[in-house]
């Protein structure tokens, strides 16, 4: 199945590779955890974050933890209140962990530009087994701070862009049950409802 037209910080069918360490770049030796993802309806994922103003190991812990908990997932994306913590930070590879230089570490981001308009399906890690089409813009501009508090600007399209306004919806304490028509919205409701009684959720 060809992920590259679709966007989630949903599971994947391909495995999850873990990242490879010693290979050239400077490796941090410390231990990553993989967190524990919170699903919907838990209301820290409807909780905007808190602005990060220190730029610490225990920020950048919590970075390495999340990507270790997205790589465990298969997932491409995972925003801080989907691990229990409401506070700007999100991070994205849409190589699944297969290729670092894809490692993106949004902190405080903001879309600055957005232009026209794209459908697709996404998924999310909070919404096991939910998939839908969602109305985003189809390339945005995007200005965040590093791990470090270093400024950047970054544009996306197609996946990339998705993936941008997915997870910074999270960190807005939107999710994209709230994307999608009343209709749907409501029939997944349901569905979430079925697979809950079933012990399923
Ligand atoms: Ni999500």
């Known amino acids: 199945m060809d992920t590259s037209n679709r966007y989630g910080d949903f599971r994947s069918s391909e495995p999850a590779s873990q990242p490879v360490s010693g290979s050239g770049q400077e490796v941090i030796e410390s231990s990553q955890m993989i967190l524990k993802i919170v699903k919907y309806p838990d209301p820290i994922l409807q909780q905007p974050g808190e602005p990060i103003t220190e730029f610490n190991d ?99 399209e197609e996946l990339l862009a998705r993936a941008f306004q997915h997870e910074i919806d999270h960190l807005d304490g939107i999710v994209f049950l709230f994307r999608m028509s009343a209709l749907k919205r409501n ?15």
């Open 58 to 156: 225990e920020l950048r812990q919590l970075v390495a933890d999340m990507f270790e908990t997205t790589y465990a997932s298969s997932g491409v994306g995972l925003a801080a209140q989907q691990v229990g913590v409401a506070k700007r930070v999100t991070v994205i590879d849409l190589s699944l962990g297969k290729d670092p230089a894809q490692r993106l570490v949004l902190v405080n981001p903001e879309i600055i530009f957005r232009e026209g308009k794209q459908y697709e399906e996404e998924g999310c890690l909070s919404f096991p087994e939910i998939r839908e089409k969602i109305s985003r813009a189809a390339k945005v501009r995007i200005r965040a701070q590093d791990e470090y508090g270093k400024w950047f600007e970054m544009d996306g």
């Open 187 to 201: 029939l997944n409701l349901r569905k979430i409802r079925k697979m809950q009684s079933e012990g399923a959720w």
